[in-house]
């Protein structure tokens, strides 16, 4: 696959690679997505099932994600990252060679690649990132349509997000210059989330707060880990801090207008921000 593909619209890119070589099916509902994944991806290492409840189980080999294994792809926002051995950087020839040989593995599937195109993440208009979600397997793919924001088809109004999810594609730390054998790689310039050998679902919403909590900082949007309660009597909201599994979700729930497990706020509640500046500096004092 010639390089310069990739340097000119990569998200494009890939989507018209998954069309083109017929390797995606869009998925007509949720039962259908639950369906395949019981009856295909009941085995090791996946063993799907479904609860007594009707919920569907899965097994990810993980409880949790693999920060070693994030990378942030050198671009334009470089400059803006505080490089350590949490926010990692992999240089863009590595990332394109890596590509290269995931879409090749991709390519080489037996079955097609779960493709849609009409997600959101983020609520509010002015800063909402539409979402294409490709993924090797059926339970990520529902597992994204039901954390994301389900919305029309994208109009070609804003530039996409690509996340290719292949858990079939193992990495080769000689080889793609990765930490071990599975890789999030976040490309900031060209909108391209890739994660490979990782089956843990949560790696999908974590990389993308990753890249918002990047770069909506940038446009004067504070972003915080919290859940967000909105009053449906008199539009009062109360924010939840925590960390994760503490139960901020389950709190901002009780009785929920809005809940964002990742919440940008722009221009309102400046009173409570100037607040919540105050704590912050006492506390760090």
Same mark, same amino acid.
């Given at each position: ?123 509010? @208009?002015?800063? *909402?990132?539409?979402?294409? #979600? /490709? =993924? ?5 793919? &529902? ?108 709190? @901002?729930?009780? *009785?929920?207008?809005?809940? #964002? /497990? =990742? ?5 309102? &509640? ?16």
């Amino acid at each position: 696959m010639p390089e310069q593909n990739w340097t000119q619209n990569r998200s494009r890119t890939l989507t018209e690679l998954i069309r083109n070589q017929g390797r995606f099916k869009r998925p007509k509902s949720d039962i259908e997505l639950i369906e395949h994944s019981i009856q295909r991806e009941c085995k090791a290492p996946i063993y799907a099932r479904l609860a007594s409840n009707g919920a569907l189980c899965v097994d990810t080999n993980r409880t949790g994600r693999s920060p070693a294994d994030r990378y942030i792809v050198e671009g334009k926002y470089s400059s803006r990252i505080n490089w350590n051995p949490v926010n990692k950087e992999m240089p863009r020839e590595v990332f394109l060679a890596l590509i290269d040989r995931v879409m090749d593995h991709v390519e080489h599937l037996a079955e097609p690649l779960f493709f849609s195109d009409d997600l959101y993440i983020g609520k509010d @208009s002015q800063y *909402r990132q539409p979402i294409r #979600l /490709a =993924t090797k397997y059926a339970w990520h793919h &529902l597992f994204g349509r039901n954390f994301f924001i389900k919305g029309d088809q994208h109009d070609g109004s804003g530039t996409p997000w690509t996340l290719l999810s292949i858990p079939s594609f193992v990495t080769v730390p000689e080889r793609d210059s990765t930490h071990s054998d599975g890789v999030i790689a976040i490309d900031l310039d060209e909108q391209v989330i890739l994660i490979a050998n990782r089956t843990y679902g949560g790696c999908e919403w974590k990389a993308f707060f990753t890249a918002m909590n990047t770069l909506l900082p940038l446009d004067n949007v504070l972003t915080m880990h919290c859940g967000a309660n909105i009053t449906k009597k008199d539009g009062k909201v109360t924010l939840f801090l925590g960390l994760s599994g503490t139960g901020k979700t389950a709190l @901002s729930a009780v *009785r929920i207008a809005s809940s #964002l /497990a =990742t919440t940008g706020m722009p221009g309102g &509640l400046t009173a409570f921000l100037i607040l919540l500046e105050a704590v912050m500096r006492n506390c760090m004092i």
